[in-house]
């Protein structure tokens, strides 16, 4: 497979992951009637950026997320104030379609005046002094505001996300990491398909110098039973058995080229666990419509308890810096996964999204865990936590959580030089 074809892999991965994430914020927000400005993957300078409707969709240039921006949860549009000579423009209805607020000498088929009265949010209304007339005009709900040859569109209040009860604004957030959920599911029901279900546990390769070669094991083994109990297809018993078996001696049985062969095997302790170096498989059949949903309930299960447990240690301080991976290295096994194979690449981007759905409901700041946390505080208070507040909150979080992320890719990169 070239280089080409592993990164566009690669690629297409994370576009998809973010994409299906954001998608849930953008869809629900929209059903809510709140007004979605952006929907972007990516951070940074825009690449690319097209709009279509109420929205602008971009592609920014760091590939390490993306964001719907929704109106009302920012500062988005400049503050028009009572004494400003702006430029409108109506439509049939006599409705203002446009406010222009620079640049009024370049105008054509307008009206100018000095504002006496504005309110782009409720009232929707205007009044000016047009030549020493006062006139009123009512706001077009979508009508546009220019500056600096940019358009924004108004956010009338009940389009804005604040707008909204708490269950609405509760469903816009949740739904981003439930649709990593279900597209985890989705994907693992895939591979359940396309890999079938062992018959055995095989040894697919035993890498040299290491305690499984030490021990005798060889390619292409069937492991029968390790201290007497029968291992038949469960490759997750015997991982158990060697991860915590390290310094021990275990007796096994094998199947040999239908030879049964006893070797007394000892793992060595290895970050933390009993390692033997051996890559396991076993040969397979097509699995069943109840074994590929039971497959599938096995796999979401089991690799959300190995995520869990991962982000424990991470609360606990359990860690090295080396056991963290950011861009750089979440893109490198990556591209190792897709050289495997298409089934091992969508397993590997079930787990990346249940990962990236897990994550994100953990109550950080900046979070989709820490917004719903913060909605949930409304909910019992029966009153909205101070915005300022909660936005220098999310604020902080993400300027940790980006300073985080440049030492992981900083450590990333000397890993890569390395070797």
């Known amino acids: 497979m070239s280089a080409i074809e592993v990164g566009l892999k690669v690629i297409l991965l994370f576009f998809v992951l ?5 998608w849930g914020h953008f869809y629900f927000a929209k059903r809510a009637g709140i007004l979605v400005r952006e929907f972007a993957i990516g951070f940074g300078p825009k690449i690319f950026s097209y709009k279509k409707g109420e929205t602008r969709y971009t592609l920014r240039i760091l590939p390490i997320g993306g964001f719907v921006r929704m109106a009302g949860e920012d500062p988005e549009i400049v503050q028009v104030n009572p004494g400003q000579t702006v430029a409108i423009k109506l439509n049939k209805q006599n409705e203002v379609t446009f406010l222009y ?6 105008r054509s088929n307008v009206i100018m005046g000095v504002v006496e009265h504005i309110d782009l949010e409720r009232a929707l209304r205007i009044s000016l002094d047009v030549d020493g007339e006062k006139v009123t005009y009512p706001i077009d709900p979508q009508a546009m505001m220019v500056t600096k040859g940019t358009e924004t569109q108004i956010a009338p209040y009940d389009r804005q996300f604040g707008s909204k009860s708490v269950g609405k604004r509760a469903i816009a957030i949740v739904m981003g990491p439930v649709m990593n959920f279900i597209l985890a599911i989705v994907l693992f029901f895939i591979v359940v398909i396309m890999s079938g279900v062992f018959t055995n546990v095989k040894l697919d390769s035993v890498l040299a110098g290491k ?3 030490k021990s005798g094991l060889q390619k292409g083994d069937i492991i029968m039973s390790i201290d007497k109990q029968p291992i038949g297809d469960d490759r997750e018993k015997l991982v158990t058995s060697i991860q915590s078996s390290a310094g021990k001696p275990m007796t096994w049985v094998i199947d040999r080229a239908g030879n049964p062969i006893t070797l007394q095997v000892t793992p060595e302790m290895e970050a933390g666990a009993g390692k033997l170096g051996v890559v396991i498989s076993g040969d397979r059949r097509s699995a069943t419509l109840g074994e590929v949903f039971t497959g599938t309930y096995d796999q979401v299960v ?5 995520i869990v447990t991962g982000l424990q240690k991470l609360v606990m301080l359990q860690f090295k810096l080396d056991d963290l991976g950011g861009p750089v290295r979440t893109a490198q096994v ?3 996964f897709a050289k495997m194979g298409l089934t091992y690449l969508i397993s590997w981007a079930a787990t990346l999204s249940l990962y990236l759905g897990i994550f994100n409901l953990l109550p950080i700041p900046a979070l989709d865990g820490s917004r719903l946390l913060f909605m949930g505080l409304e909910a019992l208070r029966g009153k909205p936590i101070d915005p300022n507040r909660e936005s220098m909150v999310h604020f902080v979080g993400f300027a940790l ?4 992320m440049v030492a992981v890719t900083y450590n990333d990169i000397l890993r890569l030089i390395k070797g």
């Open 302 to 306: 089991g690799t959300t308890i190995g």
């Open 401 to 404: 959580l980006m300073l985080l």
């Open 334 to 336: 990556s591209a190792e």
């Open 211 to 213: 305690a499984g070669e």
């Open 101 to 106: 607020l620079d640049q009024l000498d370049r």
């Open 18 to 22: 973010v994409t299906i994430h954001e």
